[in-house]
């Protein structure tokens, strides 16, 4: 199951108990790193809600249930977005006006924010709209601290774990003092999922590198599909505790690595 997400309980039925509930991000993740302000970046990213028909979860702070629902328009020039409850069978309690934090998992990572709006006037027997204002800033966990390097062809940049009983071999596609990205076909990566921790997971960065033994967390999932490989799954994944010696190598393999891209780069002209 995704991260912060989970079933209501069947105890407590209501007219959206069908659909599940996605739970704010946990107070004890550091969320700065990840937090946005760039107002076309926040306008882009719930435009992509909406062009996607990703739910997202609506919690008032009067502390009234949780509302799923999905944002069917984004209004950059007038400041403002529009939500749609889900609505299964009777129709969903407006509630009190005030902030909502709203949370989605777009391709199974979180996004957050906070903000406020009015009720729009609807038909009877139509779904809630919520006309909010466009936050000044969200959080999203996607969001990288680190620079990334591509790995180059022809090398050894491999991950090798095992999980649930079976040995798992995926390519490293990218490398940063942070974390890796995996690539594997969609059969290989079916059951990685974001949250879930990899242990002592041996890692190949290339000729002459000394394999590290490290444990890594999947923070995205997403699928793409290569003309000759066909359907393929890409898992960014952070480090959990590096040793400062497994730190050490890390950056000395970085640097190789960024000296080696340099020097393959073609010439500049003028």
């Given at each position: 199951m995704l991260p912060?997400?989970?079933k209501n309980p069947p105890a407590q039925p209501s007219a959206a108990s069908a659909l599940p509930v996605i739970e704010p991000i946990g107070a004890d993740v550091d969320t700065r790193p990840f937090r946005v302000t760039d107002?076309?970046?926040?306008?882009?990213?719930?435009?992509?809600l909406a062009d996607d028909g990703d739910l997202v979860c609506l919690h008032p702070s009067a502390g009234e249930p949780s509302l799923p629902g999905r944002i069917t328009e984004v209004r950059p020039q007038a400041g403002q977005f529009v939500v749609e409850i889900e609505v299964k069978g009777a129709r969903a309690p407006q509630p009190q006006p005030g902030s909502v934090l709203l949370v989605a998992m777009p391709?199974?990572?979180a996004l957050q924010l906070r903000t406020s709006g009015h009720w729009a006037d609807t038909l009877p027997g139509a779904p809630l709209q919520l006309v909010a204002a466009l936050p000044d800033h969200i959080i999203h966990l996607q969001r990288r601290r680190f620079p990334r390097l591509e790995t180059p062809l022809g090398q050894p940049f491999r991950a090798e774990f095992m999980l649930y009983g079976e040995t798992f071999s995926m390519g490293v596609d990218d490398v940063?003092?942070?974390?890796?990205g995996l690539r594997a076909s969609a059969h290989e990566g079916r059951?990685?999922?974001p949250s879930q921790q990899l242990r002592r997971v041996r890692v190949e960065l290339g000729h002459g590198a000394t394999p590290l033994v490290v444990d890594l967390e999947v923070r995205s999932r997403r699928a793409f599909r290569s003309f000759l490989?066909?359907?393929q799954l890409h898992f960014g994944c952070r480090f959990l505790d590096l040793t400062p010696a497994d730190h050490g190598e890390l950056q000395l393999r970085l640097d190789r690595l960024d000296a080696e891209r340099?020097?393959?780069?073609?010439?500049?002209?003028g």
């Amino acid at each position: 199951m995704l991260p912060f997400l989970k079933k209501n309980p069947p105890a407590q039925p209501s007219a959206a108990s069908a659909l599940p509930v996605i739970e704010p991000i946990g107070a004890d993740v550091d969320t700065r790193p990840f937090r946005v302000t760039d107002p076309h970046y926040i306008a882009m990213a719930l435009q992509a809600l909406a062009d996607d028909g990703d739910l997202v979860c609506l919690h008032p702070s009067a502390g009234e249930p949780s509302l799923p629902g999905r944002i069917t328009e984004v209004r950059p020039q007038a400041g403002q977005f529009v939500v749609e409850i889900e609505v299964k069978g009777a129709r969903a309690p407006q509630p009190q006006p005030g902030s909502v934090l709203l949370v989605a998992m777009p391709l199974g990572i979180a996004l957050q924010l906070r903000t406020s709006g009015h009720w729009a006037d609807t038909l009877p027997g139509a779904p809630l709209q919520l006309v909010a204002a466009l936050p000044d800033h969200i959080i999203h966990l996607q969001r990288r601290r680190f620079p990334r390097l591509e790995t180059p062809l022809g090398q050894p940049f491999r991950a090798e774990f095992m999980l649930y009983g079976e040995t798992f071999s995926m390519g490293v596609d990218d490398v940063s003092i942070g974390g890796l990205g995996l690539r594997a076909s969609a059969h290989e990566g079916r059951l990685l999922m974001p949250s879930q921790q990899l242990r002592r997971v041996r890692v190949e960065l290339g000729h002459g590198a000394t394999p590290l033994v490290v444990d890594l967390e999947v923070r995205s999932r997403r699928a793409f599909r290569s003309f000759l490989a066909g359907e393929q799954l890409h898992f960014g994944c952070r480090f959990l505790d590096l040793t400062p010696a497994d730190h050490g190598e890390l950056q000395l393999r970085l640097d190789r690595l960024d000296a080696e891209r340099t020097r393959a780069a073609p010439p500049r002209l003028g």
